[in-house]
């Protein structure tokens, strides 16, 4: 084999049988700039939420996981009830199942909202909605209907105008606070206000428990000017027997 033949053969070789070089790993190319960071699953609305879009503005939300008691699944964070006149803003929006959600745009569509007429009904304070937490924070309780999305309380109303209603507020109409209770009484299995348990002295407590043979709790009283309720102030735990408290003994004689 001549010169050139041997040098041909080398640098054949070299080519393909020389050892890999370490190249970098091709980029792959451009995203669009356009194009979403994450791909977005879109659920089919449930029926709950079909019915719902005729009454509330609201968005649905990812199923709480379930968590030592707490979880739900449909729920959706409500912003504003819809009425024919306009919207009734709930501030902030509440995180509730889809149902209890529907239960409460109809309390307030076609039953809150006439008993402020001539007044317009502008919006409603949210003061709890979804929170995993024990009944009443109370720690070892049974968990809270609120730990279900199954919950709201209400601290207020807002009218048009500005004027706030406060259902728990002794000042505010007698004959306008009893409708009120009425009707939610009627629409909803649990209903706690003033002379409930003690803490629901300041808001009205709203939710659709299910009980035994359809077992439903409607404690709200309706006070005057001057009223005081025995539930007023929640009760220390009971003392064990036995132990002698001096600090509680009546001076002697």
């Not at 501030?91 to 209890?100: I, K, Q, W």
């Not at 009218?159 to 939610?184: M, N, Q």
Request: net charge neutral; with cysteine; hydrophobic share 40%.
């Amino acid at each position: 084999m001549n010169l050139p033949s041997i040098c041909l053969s080398i640098a054949v070789g070299a080519a393909l049988c020389g050892p890999a070089r370490a190249d970098a790993p091709p980029l792959p190319r451009p995203r669009p700039a356009d194009a979403p960071a994450v791909a977005v699953i879109e659920r089919e609305p449930s029926a709950c939420q079909v019915r719902l879009m005729a009454l509330a503005q609201f968005e649905p939300m990812a199923p709480r996981p379930d968590a030592g008691g707490c979880g739900a699944a449909d729920l959706v964070r409500v912003s504003a009830i819809q009425l024919a006149t306009g919207a009734v803003t709930v501030t902030p929006p509440a995180e509730l199942r889809c149902e209890m959600a529907e239960q409460l745009a109809l309390w307030i569509r076609d039953d809150a909202m006439p008993q402020f007429a001539p007044n317009m009904l502008a919006g409603i304070e949210n003061y709890d909605s979804y929170d995993c937490r024990a009944r009443n924070r109370v720690k070892g309780a049974r968990i809270s209907e609120h730990g279900k999305g199954n919950a709201i309380d209400i601290r207020a109303f807002d009218l048009a105008g500005g004027k706030v209603v406060r259902p728990t507020d002794v000042t505010v109409p007698h004959a306008l606070r009893d409708k009120l209770r009425e009707a939610a009484c009627a629409r909803f299995t649990t209903v706690l206000g003033p002379g409930s348990d003690g803490y629901h002295e300041a808001h009205i407590h709203l939710d659709l428990a299910e009980r035994h043979n359809g077992y439903r709790i409607c404690h709200w009283e309706v006070n005057d000017p001057g009223a005081v309720t025995v539930a007023a102030i929640p009760l220390p735990p009971a003392r064990p027997s036995g132990l002698n408290d001096k600090s509680t003994e009546l001076p002697s004689k």
